[in-house]
Structures are given as structure tokens and as C-alpha cells.
């Protein structure tokens, strides 16, 4: 391909229509931030754009596509595909697991992980039937498919039976670290944020989706064991309600200490991560677990679960548990609530492993993907 900046189409749905992305809809974000001063990007996006994406889309290199016809799931099989054969891309990437079968250019699609086939308990009815059908004929149909991770990657490969010539097209692209946004704070900085908020320290936390998969029954659990010893701390379990919480909430209200905040100010949640004695991600099933990378960053201890993919994620750089041993869980963070400083002073020996794990990086090596697929 030499020097010449490569045409690529990317379904921005989550980008431009939600201001607070998580998840995939994060992924898409950091990915096409990056990818901005690499290639020449085309975003699709079937609604209105939220004004957190007025930079992005004024960026050079950057054209919106907005193609309003047959919302919904249909969208990406039909509007989308009309929209690809009049820009016509060199390359089209999908972020977001799935699809169109009829596009007029090579093909790559992103996979998060195989929670909804492998672990359907874990996920939402509707998406998952969705991914039951589409997701196969995305696997097989790729130039190149972009895992995550490379246990994901392994379980791609594994469940669908692929021979070694067709695992090749697989190809494993980690998540990475925004450094300038995942930088540490001062101190006066950190306790001026705690009293705006009204945190009082030590507290730990969690970030993500509350559902299932994540465990934080057993974490919730686990918390007040430890905080037997220890009656002055608290826990955070900061993000969205996902489906499933009912246990969760019946657990939470008997528990003293433990709070819950549906939504935290995106330049906000670096300073929450920075001040917690310890994120706990202990989470059952994970692609990639970004947000241990994150607290990572920050010089900010991990407790997260072992011989799941968050070992690999974070190095050998944390604290791990058993994560259906409620009092593994418990004895840890009984041991990190005893004496915070000591933890975050072996924590800061790993922030330059974090760091060096950056968009950037992740930009990059998705490029080099995007160019093998035109060569196929």
C-alpha cells in the first residue's frame, strides 16, 4: 500500500448518537480518534449526531454518512449496504460483532468476546438471538476478523472450528489506554474532587455495566466481610443497570457502605479511579476488561479475577482472586482496606506497563489489518 491513506467505511452508530459510550460504543470512539490521521474514514450512522461528536466529525480525513431508511437491526443489511455502494471504501470495518453480506469492498469485523453463544445467561434475549444469527456468517465471511484479545482470538478459533489456513484470518488487536486522559492527578486535585462528590476515603470501586457476568453479587458479598474490619470504607459500583440486577439490588440494600451511581462524568472517572484504594473487576467473563488497564494507568491497584483474560490484560501486574470464592475476594480487600499506601506504592511500579498499551497502538496494528485484508 506504500504511503497511500486507505478509504475505510466504519458503522459509527454508537460513536455518533451516544454521548457517554461504553463498551463497544467506547471501542468505536478511541479507535476512530485514532485512526483519524491514518487512513481516510467514511462513518455511517443511521440518526442524529450528539455534540460530543462534532470534533471528531470536523476532524480532516473524516466524512459522516447519514443514511436514514429502515432503522433499527435492518439497517445495517440495507441502508448501509446502499451507502457502501455509492462511496464505494477500499475497506469496510465493522466494530460491533456483525456484517452486511453485500458489501462491495473487503470486510472486517471486530469481536468483543463470545459471551452471547457461549454463556447465553450472560446476555441480553434480544441481542443475543440477533448474534446467533449473524454472528457465524460474519466469522466465515471476514477478510479479517479482529479479536480483542488473544483468548479471544483462541476461542473464535476453538468454537467454530476453524482449520489453520482459516485461523489466520483471525487476528488479535488489544484495547488501549488514553494517556492523556488516564493521567494522574495531584493531590489537592484528588481531595478538592472527593468533597465536591462527597467521598471519604478509603472506598473501593467498581466500573462498568451492572450485570451478571460481572459478579458483583459476590463482590457486594465479599465487601461486607471485609468491612467487618473495616467500618469506614466503601464501595462504589459506578455504570449503567444492565438487565439481571435483581439479585444485585437485593443484596445491595442489606449491605451497609455500598453505593450506587448510574453515571459519572466521563472527565470524571479517572479522578474516581485515581482516588479508590483498589478498583475490584472481578468479573466471570471478560474479552479484553478495559477498565483494569485504566486503573492501571493511574497507579491505582487491581483486584480482578485470576486464569480468566484480565491476567493477560493486565500483565501479572495485580492482585487476583478467585471469583466465585467469595472469601478469596473478601481476604483481599480486607488486606488492601488495612493499608492502602502500601498497595498503591507496588501499583505505581506498573503505570509505565499501562501506558505503554496505548490507542495509539491499537490504531496502528488495526491499519496493518485493514491493509492485509486488501491484499486477500
Known amino acids: ?3 497511500t491513506r486507505l478509504t475505510v467505511g466504519l458503522d459509527a452508530r454508537l460513536l455518533l448518537s451516544d454521548e457517554q459510550p461504553t463498551g463497544v460504543g467506547y471501542y468505536t470512539r478511541e479507535l476512530t480518534r485514532h485512526l483519524a490521521p491514518l487512513v481516510n474514514l467514511h462513518l455511517y450512522t443511521e440518526s442524529a449526531l450528539v455534540p460530543a461528536a462534532s470534533a471528531l466529525v470536523a476532524a480532516d480525513h473524516v466524512t459522516v454518512h447519514r443514511e436514514r431508511r429502515w432503522p433499527g437491526l435492518p439497517w445495517q443489511q440495507t441502508a448501509l449496504v446502499a451507502g457502501l455502494w455509492r462511496q464505494r ?3 469496510y ?3 460491533t460483532f456483525t456484517l452486511p453480506r453485500w458489501a462491495p469492498c473487503p470486510t472486517v469485523v471486530t469481536i468483543h468476546d463470545l459471551a452471547a453463544l457461549t454463556m447465553p445467561e450472560w446476555a441480553n434475549a434480544e441481542n443475543r438471538r440477533y448474534l446467533e444469527r449473524m454472528l457465524p456468517w460474519a466469522v466465515r465471511h471476514a477478510d479479517r476478523v479482529i479479536a480483542v484479545s488473544a483468548r479471544v482470538r483462541q476461542e473464535i478459533v476453538g468454537h467454530f472450528g476453524l482449520s489453520r489456513v482459516d485461523a ?9 489506554v488514553d494517556a492523556a486522559r488516564f493521567r494522574p492527578q495531584p493531590p489537592p486535585v484528588l481531595d478538592a474532587w472527593r468533597r465536591r462528590r462527597g467521598i471519604v476515603d478509603p472506598y473501593l470501586v467498581f466500573v462498568g455495566t451492572r450485570e451478571p457476568r460481572k459478579n ?5 458479598t465479599a465487601f461486607n466481610i471485609a468491612r467487618r474490619q473495616h467500618p469506614r470504607a466503601t464501595l462504589l459500583l459506578v455504570g449503567a443497570a444492565g438487565f439481571g440486577t435483581a439479585a444485585l439490588d437485593h443484596v445491595v440494600a442489606r449491605t451497609p457502605g455500598v453505593q450506587v ?9 479517572p479522578l474516581l479511579l485515581q482516588g479508590a484504594a483498589a478498583l475490584c ?5 471478560e474479552g479484553f476488561g478495559l477498565p483494569v488497564l485504566e486503573a492501571m494507568a493511574l497507579g491505582t491497584p487491581v483486584v480482578t479475577s485470576a486464569n480468566t483474560v484480565m491476567e493477560d490484560t493486565t500483565g501479572g501486574h495485580a492482585l487476583y482472586v478467585n471469583p466465585m470464592d467469595t472469601d478469596s475476594i473478601a481476604a483481599i480487600l480486607s488486606r488492601v482496606l488495612a493499608d492502602p499506601p502500601a498497595f498503591r506504592q507496588v501499583a505505581a511500579e506498573h503505570v509505565a506497563y499501562a501506558r505503554a498499551l496505548s490507542w495509539n497502538r491499537t490504531a496502528r496494528e488495526t491499519v496493518v489489518v485493514y491493509q492485509d485484508a486488501c491484499r486477500t
Not at 168 to 176: D, E, Q, S
Not at 216 to 220: D, G
Request: hydrophobic share 45%; net charge positive; no cysteine.
Open 261 to 269: 451511581l448510574d453515571y459519572v462524568p466521563a472527565d470524571e472517572v
Open 89 to 91: 471504501p477500499q475497506l
Open 93 to 95: 470495518h465493522s466494530p
Open 1 to 3: 500500500m506504500g504511503r
Open 168 to 176: 489466520r484470518r483471525i487476528v488479535a488487536v488489544g484495547l488501549g
Open 281 to 285: 473487576y472481578v468479573s466471570l467473563y
Open 216 to 220: 458483583l453479587v459476590r463482590l457486594v
